[in-house]
């Protein structure tokens, strides 16, 4: 049988030539492999492509680099009939066990149709079920909603007795309803130095990324409205006004106020106009019998608001005399006289 | 010219400034308004879908911070079977304000005085943000069941209720048979 082997040998060491490419037999060499018993390896692996993890397996474990015949033999009495049987064994048991993890697997596999399909019932009988992951995302979602707003909390922020709401809606709660816990009337120490509960808020935006970006959304709006307001405060005398839009709200509905204001506008412009024009000759007018109606107290003081930052504005601009300041004024004055009334005349027919 | 062109801009800044105090105005409050609205409706879902027993309540109109409610009296109590109205009124800044309700039924009862005003706890001090209508519409069932002689709006019901029990009782259902039929 060794002989046998030999004879072959020659063969397969010509075959192993064309096999392997010179870098590869250098390498195994390097690993203590000579051509023989990679040929050897890769034949089996040709013959029985199952066996091959076990036959290498078992040649790394138990071989040290064969130099001598002696080597050839023990690996001939390896492949002997008797030894082969044994790893047939082997791969019984394997391909056995193979079978029963993929029965295993199957049956794991149908497990998972029917999870998804009572999923899938769940959902349908939970309509408002938004992420199919999580059957219980109702009760989540009540859970996890603000109880002052009832929408999903935006920015929770935790009391010291454990109760969450979203940070603004606490802020206004403790602002206009004093410091207690809207849940459970216990005292909050500062409704303004609450901090977002950042575990919660994170969770909530994990599990409600959709009714979170629709709040961030209406945010970012609110916000944009909050700036142009704070833009508006820093000028000399917008605080005047906004105390006067105040009043004028209160007495008038806000669109009669609007074309007032639009009335006053234009009366100005066109004054304007005509005091630049003439340069001065409109001072017959000034003071035109202005009896102010009392109902036109609110809109005469915010004119004339108006008109001082006007000066205000023409002072910085064209820098122009004194004597003409004066003149300026005075056709102001004339100027928000008529317009109130023009307004009255309006008013009466 | 060039005064003609200073002059524009000055009255140009000051509208545009006006007109943008006001819109701000406007809009903050009516933000406001839409915050309360959206949980006005959210309320009003809730009730939809999950309603309290004997106890009904929605808006009158078009209108979402004027709602109508029907109460049915409670068995076991004289007020068995009768039919109260009540109008609940949500101030723009609710939830932080409690609804006004108010009986637009006649009741005999120590809670409700003759313009139908409800003395409730929850409805003024007790309000918290955190109650909704649901909660409100509870407590007023609670005052048919179990009317609060120690907190009464009426001081006369209220003795007639601890003194003679029947009497309150014969008085209350003669109302009801009168007023909520």
Known sequence: MAKEEHKKQPDLAQNGENLFSPRFKSVAAMAGWDEEAILVASLVVEDTPDRNKVKKRSDLQFKTPPSTNSRRKRRAHRRSPISIPILVLDLDEKETAKEESEQKKVVEIEEKKKIRENELKSQDSVVSCSNPALPCMDKLREELSCAICLEICFEPSTTPCGHSFCKKCLRSAADKCGKRCPKCRQLISNGRSCKVNTVLWNTIQLLFPQEVEARKAAGALNSREAESDSNIRPSPSSSNRRDVSVRRRRGLSSNQDDNDAALAERLQREDLGRLVGRDGSTTTRRRRGAPALSQNEDAALALRLQREEFMGAFRETSGISGNSLTLARANLRAMASRAINIRARGRAV | ?181
């Open chain 2, 1 to 181: 010219m060039n005064m003609n062109h200073s002059s524009h801009t000055g009255i140009g800044t000051a509208r545009t400034s006006s007109s943008l105090a006001i819109a701000t105005s406007s809009a903050t409050t009516s933000s406001w308004v839409s915050s309360s609205g959206k949980r006005i409706q959210r309320e009003m879902m809730e009730l939809n879908t999950d309603p309290p027993p004997d106890c009904s309540a929605g808006p009158k109109g078009d209108n979402l911070y004027h709602w109508i409610s029907t109460f049915i009296g409670p068995p076991g109590t004289p007020y068995e079977d009768g039919i109260f109205f009540l109008d609940i009124i949500f101030p723009s800044e609710y939830p932080f304000e409690p609804p006004k309700v108010v009986f637009k039924t006649r009741i005999f009862n120590c809670n409700v005085d003759s313009s139908g005003n409800v003395h409730l706890g929850i409805l003024k001090d007790g309000w918290s943000p955190a109650l909704t209508i649901t909660k409100v519409l509870l407590a007023i069932k609670s005052i048919f069941t179990n009317p609060d002689p120690y907190n009464a709006l009426v001081p006369g019901i209220a003795h007639l209720y601890l003194a003679d029990r029947t009497k309150h009782d014969d008085l209350a259902a003669e109302w009801t048979l009168r007023f909520a039929k």
